[in-house]
Every structure is written in C-alpha cells, then in structure tokens.
C-alpha cells in the first residue's frame, strides 16, 4: 500500500502578526530552528515517504513560497485552492488528486505549521496509525497528552476501548468537544481521557472519499464534477471554477463528529501548534526572570515577557507580561492575555482600510 501525505499549508497565521503576514504567513517563517515550519514538515514526512507521495494544499499567494522553499517538490503535487474554504474542502480536494495518482493509498493530513521536536516518536505513532486505518472503515486521529488546562484547543474524549499495537495505545474516540472555557479544561485534564485536537489524521483515501459521500454529499457531488473535468485534461479550469461552490466546513464538524469508527492514538512528542505568540515561551529557552528575547534589546526589571526586535535596540523597564513584537513597518505592544485577539487588530486594520500592515 503507498503512503501518501496532504500539507495544509494555506492558513494566514493571523495571531501571530505582526510577523506573519498576508504575503510571509508563519508556516513559512523560521519560529524554531533554522528552517521554516513547511520545510520542517516536509523532512519529518520525508522519513516516512519519498517527496513525490507528498501534496501540498495551499492558495495561489503561497505557491511561489512552497516552490521556492522546498524545489524538490514536483510541481504537479502542489494544489492551489482558488478560495479558502476550511479544512473538509481542502481534503476533499486534495483526495480526488491523490486517488488519481496513487489508487491505493492511506493518507496523513498534517497541518504545516506545527513544531515537533521528537521526530522519531511522531514516526512511530504515524506507522502505528497507518496499520489502524488499513481496516476500510477506520478514521484515525493523534490526541496530544494535554500538559495544562488549554481553552485555545479542541480536545477529544477517547472511551475506554483500548487496543494495543506497537507498544502505543489505541482508544476509540467517544466525541470531539470544542474549544472549552477554563473550568471545563481544567476539567479535562483531570479526567485523564481527553486530549489536544491536533488537527492531524490518518486514513485510506476510498476510506475518507467514501464518508464524505454519505455524510457531505453536496460536496461529493461537486468533488465528482471536479474529478470528471480533471480526467479530461482541464485540471486547473474546472477546480478554479467547481471550488468555489464547496462549503466552507472544517472536517472535524463534516466527518469526524459523525462517524463511531473513529481511533485515536494519545501522542507525547513534544508538540505544538505556534498558534499565538504565547507559544514562544514553550519552544524557547527562557532567561532567569521568565523573558523570551529576540534580537537587539536592553531589558532591565523586564519579567516574564516575549520581545523581538527587528534590529534596532528595544528598551524595557519595570514591565511584566507583554508582548513586544518589531517589524520593519509595525511594533506590536499587547499584554500576553490578549495574544488570542492579536486578530481583532487585523480587523481593525480592514476596517480602517490599512491594509497594507496586514
């Protein structure tokens, strides 16, 4: 059977502006290391398969980047979505290009700007939940051992179905819940049988192509108009044109809350999804008062901040709990309780008609 991967690679990462932006979005941005998140993608997958079974998803303002970024990847593997239309589309599209392709295969969707630092564990766990999913009607999902009550997160509740395979655990997934307030995360943790979303799934493709049938079927009627037209040598017309008609819907609310064949495999390996600036402070190494720093600063009773410079000195005293965040074109000063809403100043710049700092 081929192995095959789906990127996701077309989000804005708008709360982390002022350093992700419409045209550099942070999947293509070095947050940890010295290689841009896609490009650490890639490589761990890489590990798994060859460059030529993985596809990227992404919009047209990306495709230079990916192409740019990572040269090794056939041209023909990169899938332009001509709108943004959340992660079932997304999916769904990228399934009909890949059964083309490679009629038999099991596919792993990953999001493209997630940081994992144990490598070989995520290896471990993906084979693991391959052989999961070789079973027809299996849907399989990595549940993150939450380490704090976290109300940024989706969570899934596993049941007390327990397979072991590979010296891992396999539950059968009870529910997926949506991003909870603090008393219901604390909760959570406390039960021992919720873990993080992270966004990442294994499946056949039939398998996935099947659900989406029965559960989604105006958008697999669209899907198979889309396969007609690309089996009839006008790929990109027919997507630019059928795409748009697809319904804006993630794949968690599509397919995943309504299908019991659903496993999930809890994951330690070191991982996180770098979704607000906050997330520096799990990634990096902090100083001996709890301050991430970056750059040319001067920092005197400075405490437990994030501060990045651009270049030129930024100087702090008697501060706690802030972000500071300089560009070229914009300074971003906010308290680190606020870092979920740095988008509500994105919004602010649209309805200000500024959008030349987005």
């Known amino acids: 059977m081929t192995i095959t991967s789906v990127i996701m690679a077309g989000g804005k990462g708008e709360r982390f502006w002022p350093k992700s932006r419409t045209n550099l979005p942070k999947q293509f941005l070095n947050i940890s290391g010295n290689k841009s998140m896609i490009q650490q993608s890639i490589a761990r997958l890489e590990l798994l398969m060859d460059i030529s079974q993985i596809f990227v998803v992404t919009n047209e303002l990306y495709a230079e980047l ?8 056939p041209h023909e593997n990169i899938i332009i979505e001509p709108v943004g239309r959340n992660t079932a589309p997304c999916i769904g599209l990228a399934s009909i290009l890949i059964e083309e392709k490679f009629p038999d295969s099991t596919m792993v969707v990953i999001p493209s700007d997630h940081i994992i630092e144990n490598e070989e564990g995520f290896i471990k766990i993906l084979k693991t939940a391959i052989q999961v999913a070789e079973d027809n009607s299996n849907l399989v999902t990595l549940g993150i051992q939450p380490k704090y009550p976290e109300t940024g997160y989706g969570y899934i509740q596993s049941t007390d179905e327990l397979t072991e395979m590979n010296g ?49 079927p105006e958008m697999h009627d669209i899907m198979e108009t889309m ?120 919004k602010e710049l649209r309805m200000q008609k500024l959008e030349q700092y987005l």
């Not at 539950?171 to 979303?197: C, H, I, M, R």
């Not at 402070?281 to 709890?290: A, Q």
Request: hydrophobic letters at 40%; charged letters at 25%; one cysteine or more.
């Open 66 to 73: 990916i192409k740019a970024q990572i040269p090794h990847l």
């Open 168 to 216: 891992l655990n396999v539950y059968k997934v009870n529910k997926f819940v949506e991003k909870p307030d603090l008393e219901t995360a604390q909760a959570y943790l406390a039960s021992g049988n919720f873990y993080w979303n992270s966004g990442i799934f294994v499946w056949k493709t039939a398998t996935i192509r099947r659900y989406i049938q029965e559960l989604m």
């Open 227 to 346: 396969k007609a037209g690309i089996n009839s040598g006008n790929r990109e017309d027919v997507i630019r044109s059928e795409f748009k008609k697809m319904p804006d819907q993630s794949i968690d609310y599509g397919i995943m809350e309504k299908v019991n064949n659903i496993y999930v495999i809890p994951c330690v390996f070191g991982w996180d999804d770098v979704g607000s600036w906050t997330a520096l402070e799990r990634i990096n190494e902090l100083d001996d008062h709890g301050n991430v720093i970056k750059g040319n600063i001067l920092n005197l009773d400075t405490k437990r901040c994030i501060i990045e410079s651009n270049g030129k000195l930024i100087a702090t005293l008697g501060i706690k709990d802030l972000i500071i965040v300089d560009t070229e074109d914009v300074t971003l000063i906010c308290t680190k309780d606020k870092a979920q809403e740095v988008k509500l100043l994105l």
